[in-house]
């Protein structure tokens, strides 16, 4: 095993091999930090490129894209509470409330450590689960998939503290949005009026762009002023104890490298649960709840952890059995495809050093690019200090033209304006948009699943108990939901006491 | 200036103007190809067709007589539709060409408003065909078709498929109701290698889909495959349609074919046809094809407009089976 190991590192200790790993690290970087391109579209584009070269230097360029997309799209989660990549929304939610109080970079340095953490322990844990990948796949089936977006749905709503009717309603909103479009279950169109752009459905990527870039520039131009509230705050000199933040909240970190790996793994799922769900549970688990959304620095360490570990684990189903983890992954593929790599159970065995290489190759680019975030802290952090006249157009029309590069679509730019218009008005009334997002994710995978779970056992519920995961996954479930409730229980068991002692006045 | 003289000038110039109106000689005439061609996917990167254009891309360009590159151009969406009317409305100059699932496009046309018309595009060859084969979890009880048919008496088989729009989903009808196994579908997967999965996992009992993608999960000990679609097997263990005594199991096919916009002309086709058939027989393709189980079976122009006829003429045979809902 260790020999295995070492001959990846060995094969990528290679001038070649290193210098397109930084090449992809740098491309990883730019692309993962405009929002709307992202690790799939710089994956794409290079695809073309990699043609004349080995295959263990496209892997090296892919796994350096991959390994640093998540720092890139965190630079932008926190400066500008745009996310360059979904996953990054969680960050925007105590990431921007801390820059706009000038500690912008004290988050970006939290941010990269954890990023650099969460990467080493997701590739630590990626390598230990390799061997017993084809297996642990396996357990993972429509009925699992189904609760596990319940799991999303449910931890998402309970975070939306004292918002929990407007959660739903927003969170309802997401599940309807995510309907519309060709089924495939039952073969319907639903929703899509003729409109031909509607039939795969509400496109994720446009809708975050509008709901996180686009509303939040409308709302900067409403309010005026700069991002940072005050000039004189804005202290990009706390970087390294940014880093060190990280190091201070080691339950924080572990957590989401965890979760990262754990919801990595699942195919389907993707960055996006992993990153919420990982900031969902660091919530709960604090004692201070209220002080996420505000500026936690927690709230950046948990599901920046989760981003970098998912990327190693998502690697797993994508090479044991070809089933991307992702859209990055899906690329990924036909970049392997091309080099005659076949994914499968047989490439776990015969191509060992090929996987290994990658692994290693995905790690130190994310260790890189937080090194190279840290250094481009300071000038990125003016944009924090720049008038919304200026900013706000500059990041409107790049978010619309990022939204548009995905595929040529026009739709997409509609999209990203109607979901722009919808998210201000969120933003304005105080309605929480991270449901939203996660409905849109979850929602077609819970009905899909449903259905098939339904024709797997003939339209009994007995499946959900009978099989050991999904029980697990029900009992979850039941403790999330409950857990508010026995807080709020043991909290007046423990006050009636008190209250007992109290003089009669 | 005096009349005459001024006539004579008015005249000449008039002359030599409707002279260089005048249709211009061949060798102002385009030498095609005189510009990039784009060869449009209607899939994004990364999948089977993807691969397949990607790979001979490189080879095409050198068998063009000028200069040129061949783009790979994803335009996924609508399940290959928004790719075919790209394609369906394209200038005829041979600088917009792609690439179709046949019959699963076929079956998008079929949907009502698809804006294209497949009869009426140019054909111009084929770059490859995939058989359907059935298989089994490696774990599952069963390992003969006539233990499928055993089951299929006491409950209907589960089969794992994509939707209705899928060509799966109409190959396992079709495959069943030839075996004579009544069928039940798990809907819903959303590509071949989810729900080839899903019967690895044991969602189902059995999964229909093309060869190359179950050689490659039985290499891994993951599936068991126990017949193939086709007149001679080419999997050691698995019966074939002859055996099974069905031929028309072996019409049951995944065609790659390409084609360009209606009105292409003659000598553009040629051309494209041409380059199309020696990139397919280059060395660096062949090592490609071997190396990613992909099968090269080029055809003619007018080979492939057969085909595509034949594919829909199968698929409007089995269409009331298909639409009774099962």
Redesign the interface.
Same mark, same amino acid.
């Given at each position: 095993m260790l020999h295995v190991w070492l001959s990846g590192i060995e094969s990528l200790l290679q001038l070649r091999e290193l210098m397109f790993l930084a090449l992809g690290m740098a491309i990883g970087l730019v692309f993962g930090a405009i929002p709307g391109l992202g690790g799939s579209t710089a994956l794409a584009l290079l695809m073309p490129l990699t043609y004349g070269l080995e295959p263990f230097t496209a892997l090296a360029l892919s796994g350096g894209v991959m390994g640093a997309v998540p720092m890139g799209g965190s630079i932008t989660a926190i400066l500008l509470n745009a996310p360059g990549t979904a996953p990054n929304a969680a960050t925007c939610i105590d990431g921007y409330p801390l820059a706009q109080q000038g500690k912008a970079g004290l988050a970006i340095g939290a941010a990269a450590s954890a990023n650099s953490l969460g990467g080493i322990i997701g590739t630590i844990s990626v390598l230990a689960v390799l061997p017993i990948a084809k297996e642990l796949v396996l357990l993972f089936g429509p009925p699992e998939f189904f609760l596990l977006a319940i799991l999303g749905l449910v931890v998402v709503a309970t975070t939306s503290r004292g918002k929990m009717l407007r959660g739903l309603i927003t969170g309802g909103f997401g599940l309807m949005v995510a309907f519309i479009g060709y089924n495939n279950v039952s073969g319907d169109v639903r929703f899509t009026y003729g409109v031909e752009y509607l039939w795969d459905g509400v496109r994720l990527v446009p809708a975050l762009i509008g709901l996180f870039a686009v509303a939040e520039m409308i709302n900067l131009m409403v309010k005026g002023g700069t991002v940072a509230r005050d000039a004189g705050t804005v202290k990009i000199t706390r970087m390294m104890s940014g880093v060190m933040e990280t190091f201070r909240h080691p339950a924080t970190v572990l957590r989401g490298s965890i979760v990262g790996t754990v919801v990595g793994a699942i195919p389907g799922v993707g960055g996006v649960v992993a990153s919420f769900l990982s900031y969902s549970l660091t919530v709960q688990a604090s004692k201070d709840p209220d002080s996420f959304g505000k500026g936690n620095i927690e709230g950046v360490i948990a599901p920046e952890a989760a981003i970098n570990a998912k990327d190693g684990s998502a690697l797993i189903p994508t090479l044991a059995f070809g089933i991307p983890g992702g859209a990055e992954m899906a690329v990924f593929l036909g970049i392997l495809v091309l080099h005659g790599l076949q994914p499968g159970p047989l490439m776990l065995i015969q191509n060992q050093t090929e996987i290994y290489g990658l692994v290693w190759a995905l790690t130190a680019s994310c260790i890189l690019a937080s090194c190279v975030g840290l250094l481009l802290v300071r000038p990125l952090a003016m944009v924090t200090l720049v008038d919304s006249e200026i900013l706000a157009p500059v990041v409107i029309c790049i978010a619309l033209v990022g939204s548009f590069a995905i595929d040529g679509q026009i739709g997409n730019v509609v999209i990203t304006a109607v979901f722009g218009i919808l998210g201000y008005l969120m933003l304005r009334f105080d309605y929480p948009r991270l449901t939203v997002v996660v409905a849109l994710v979850l929602g077609g995978t819970a009905e899909r699943s449903f259905h098939q779970t339904m024709m797997m056992n003939n339209g009994g519920w007995s499946i959900f108990v009978d099989r050991w995961v999904s029980a697990l996954l029900l009992a979850a479930i039941v403790i999330l939901l409950g857990s508010p409730a026995l807080r709020m229980l043991v909290h007046r068991l423990r006050a009636r006491p008190i209250a007992a002692e109290k003089p009669q006045t | 200036m005096p009349d005459v003289q001024r006539r004579c000038l008015l005249v000449s110039l008039g002359m030599s103007g409707a002279a260089l109106m005048l249709p211009q000689p061949a060798f102002a005439a385009a030498i095609y190809p005189d510009k990039n061609i784009s060869f449009v996917i209607p899939d994004? #990167?990364?999948?089977g067709f993807?691969?397949y254009v990607? !790979?001979i891309t #490189?080879a095409m360009q050198k068998y063009l007589s000028q200069k040129v590159t061949v783009v #790979?151009t @994803?335009?996924?969406? *609508?399940?290959g539709?928004?790719a075919a009317n790209e394609i369906f409305r394209a200038r005829p100059d041979g600088a917009t060409i792609g690439i179709f699932n046949v019959p699963g496009i076929y079956i998008q046309q079929e949907r009502g @408003?698809a804006?294209f018309d497949l009869e009426k595009l140019t054909w111009i060859g084929r770059l490859g065909v995939d058989h359907y084969g059935l298989a089994v979890g490696e774990n599952s009880p069963i390992k003969s078709i006539d233990d499928l048919k055993a089951l299929a008496k006491q409950r209907p088989v589960?089969f794992t498929s994509?939707?209705? *729009?899928g060509t799966a989903y109409n190959a396992t009808l079709i495959a069943a109701h030839l075996l004579g196994i009544r069928a039940?579908?798990?809907?819903?997967?959303?590509g071949s290698?989810?729900y080839v999965?899903?019967a690895?996992?044991?969602?189902?009992d059995a999964v229909v889909t093309a060869i190359p993608t179950l050689r490659?999960?039985a *290499?891994?000990?993951?599936l068991r495959i126990i017949a193939t679609f086709e007149e001679h097997g080419s999997v050691p263990g698995a019966t074939d349609a002859t055996a099974l005594g069905q031929p028309e199991l072996a019409s049951i096919t995944l065609q790659r074919l390409v084609a360009g916009p209606p009105g292409l002309s003659a000598d553009i086709t040629a051309t494209l046809a041409d380059a199309m058939t020696k990139a397919l027989a280059a060395p660096e393709v062949e090592a490609?094809a071997k190396? !990613?189980?992909a099968g090269l079976a080029p055809e003619s122009p007018e080979q492939a407009a057969a085909t595509l006829k034949e594919q829909i003429a199968f698929y409007n045979k089995w269409k009331p089976y298909l639409k009774a809902g099962h």
């Open positions: - | 994004g #990167p990364g999948g993807d691969s990607r !790979a #490189p #790979p @994803n335009v996924p969406g *609508a399940g539709a928004r @408003n804006g589960k994509t939707g209705p *729009a039940q579908l798990i809907t819903g997967y959303k290698r989810d999965m899903g690895v996992r044991g969602d189902g490659r999960m *290499a891994g000990k993951t490609w190396k !990613a189980d």
